[in-house]
């Protein structure tokens, strides 16, 4: 860990804590925590009125942790909205991850806020007819566990039909989808007007969340942070529940690091924890965060041409084969399948346009 590195942590523990930070910064060190803070979406959550800031980036991370304030709250807005909405066509409903980890930060207006999920009953079918009887269903494409859905403004939002995405392997991610699908029924109205899941749905849908988007693409501190504030909010019994189901749902590895960068990170207790931290898968995902930043936007395998990313892509993945077999070569057969599909889509529909079949 480089001196950079521990002031940025040394701040994140403060703020998710609401305790004051004490540490004092020389400019190039300020500049350095803001740079990492806004690669990783953790500005609002960083933020603290010091003096010793360089006044031109104090003012203007003021000014963002005003905006994230103010998005926040019309993203509880709109969640609430969508949650009456859809309870008037007789539809149960959960937020997912965003603002549901919101409330549950020592500020719950400073987590930089992404789109909204939301989870409605029904299953596949059922979900996209109401969406298209209801005329909010987007123009995109279907996902495998979600549609997107017309809205005002520029939020945008996912509606789930499956609760999670799941694991690449068929096997786990069967066992992972019908427990999720079960324990997403178990809801709870929270007073800023939405329900939200159980803890243990979510320690375990997020833990599979991290892994997947780890194993993709990228994972940041900002979903570390959202763990973090999940197991603060965990029972004995959700914590023992969660931990019996890792190894079943093939997030053993997965927990181990997250359990490592939240000790090394955020020095959570260990009876927190929901199995012993493992340094050196935990080393491998710290390194990816941090290269990565949020879900690995930063990432210099997105930077290069198609054929460079997809061959360092290849070893990236090869490279992450001792994390998760299992889930690596499952991955990579989702890969090889859309590299055989694609071309025959494209002459299907007579075109050299992928976006002419992205909905096919």
């Given at each position: ?16 804590t ?13 500049r ?5 803070a ?29 905006i ?40 719950p ?11 409605v ?48 392997n ?6 992972l ?7 997403i029924n ?23 969340h ?58 959570l ?67 090889l399948?859309?590299?055989?599909r ?5 002459i ?7 976006k002419?079949?992205?909905n096919?």
């Amino acid at each position: 860990m480089g001196k950079y590195e521990k002031k940025l942590y040394a701040l994140l523990r403060t703020a998710m804590t609401g305790n004051t930070f004490e540490e004092v910064l020389t400019d190039d060190e300020w500049r350095w925590v803001y740079k990492a803070a806004a690669k990783q979406s953790l500005l609002g959550v960083c933020f603290q009125n010091r003096a010793d800031m360089p006044t031109d980036m104090a003012m203007k991370w003021a000014a963002e942790t005003e905006i994230i304030r103010g998005l926040n709250k019309l993203l509880n807005e709109e969640a609430a909205r969508l949650t009456k909405l859809f309870a008037e066509q007789g539809r149960k409903s959960a937020i997912l991850k965003g603002q549901a980890n919101a409330r549950l930060y020592t500020n719950p207006f400073s987590r930089q806020p992404g789109d909204i999920d939301i989870w409605v009953e029904g299953g596949r079918d059922s979900v996209v007819a109401l969406l298209k009887d209801m005329q909010i269903l987007s123009d995109d494409m279907i996902h495998y566990h979600h549609a997107h859905i017309k809205t005002e403004g520029s939020i945008k939002v996912d509606v789930h039909f499956r609760p999670s995405s799941g694991n690449f392997n068929p096997i786990t991610n069967r066992r992972l989808q019908k427990w999720l699908e079960q324990e997403i029924n178990q809801t709870t109205y929270v007073d800023i007007g939405f329900n939200v899941p159980t803890i243990s749905f979510a320690l375990v849908m997020q833990l599979a969340h991290i892994q997947h988007h780890f194993l993709a693409s990228g994972i940041g501190l900002r979903q570390v942070c959202d763990y973090y504030c999940l197991l603060k909010n965990a029972t004995e019994d959700d914590r023992m529940q969660v931990a019996s189901l890792l190894k079943r749902f093939g997030l053993w590895n997965i927990a181990g690091a997250l359990m490592w960068v939240l000790d090394e990170v955020l020095n959570l207790d260990e009876s927190l924890m929901l199995c012993p931290p493992d340094n050196k898968f935990g080393k491998c995902l710290l390194r990816g965060i941090m290269t990565g930043g949020n879900f690995g936007r930063y990432d210099k395998r997105k930077k290069k041409g198609l054929f460079s990313r997809t061959i360092a892509t290849r070893l990236w993945h090869l490279k992450l084969v001792r994390f998760n077999f299992w889930e690596i070569f499952w991955l990579e057969i989702s890969f090889l399948k859309i590299l055989v599909r694609t071309p025959l889509l494209l002459i299907k529909y007579r075109t050299l346009s992928l976006k002419d079949v992205i909905n096919k």
